[in-house]
């Protein structure tokens, strides 16, 4: 897991590294929650999205935006941060030229950024949103949404809540093209504290099905884990 620094807009940013050993690997970028919320890239949420990656034969980078840890530059209410992670990904797909896929994955504020990455990056096949703010946040960005994905979102969640994710879940499920699983974790708050596993398990297996070329579960389909 080796430190990395590379140049984002505001200057140096840094991140954490895991280079597949598999040539022509898939890539991942984790996007950390909110900065002014105690969010980096070691948040354990993040920590743990980023290794079940790896655990897949991912190439993967989680890094710290503007103004976290030693990365450089101050918070920007999302702009900026969405500049950030476009940076990210150009990195990390110039140390992997010949990927054959790539993947965005995000945790509360950092599933919002990683969902408008999503309208920027068409080469983004999949992704995964972890408890997405839709009770603090507008998506209808997605308009349409590009890229089939996975929310996961905890039914104990008290910072964003449930029926509130439901309900954004609801209205992306009406595009067509794509397809959206809804998985919920029985019981999880907003960090999945003593959920952990049930949110690997979820994201790992939903990864993995895609990776396989096997088909979707039916779209939206809501099913809790736990």
Known sequence: MPEVIFTGPEGRLEGRYHHASEPRSPIAIILHPHP???GTMNNKVVYNLYHTFVARGFSVLRFNFRGVGRSQGEFDNGLGELSDAA???DWLQ???PNTPACWVAGFSFGAWIGMQ???RRPEVEGFVSVAPPANMYDF????PCPSSGIIVQGTSDDVVPEPSVEKFVNKLKMQKNIIIDYSLVKG???FFKDHMEQMNEVVGG???MRRSGGGHAAPVKKKAAG
């Open 36 to 38: 002014q919320h105690g």
């Open 87 to 89: 940076s990210a990904l």
């Open 94 to 96: 110039s140390v992997n």
């Open 117 to 119: 990455l999503l309208m």
């Open 140 to 143: 209808t960005f997605l308009a």
């Open 188 to 190: 999880a708050n907003h």
């Open 206 to 208: 939903y990864v993995d």
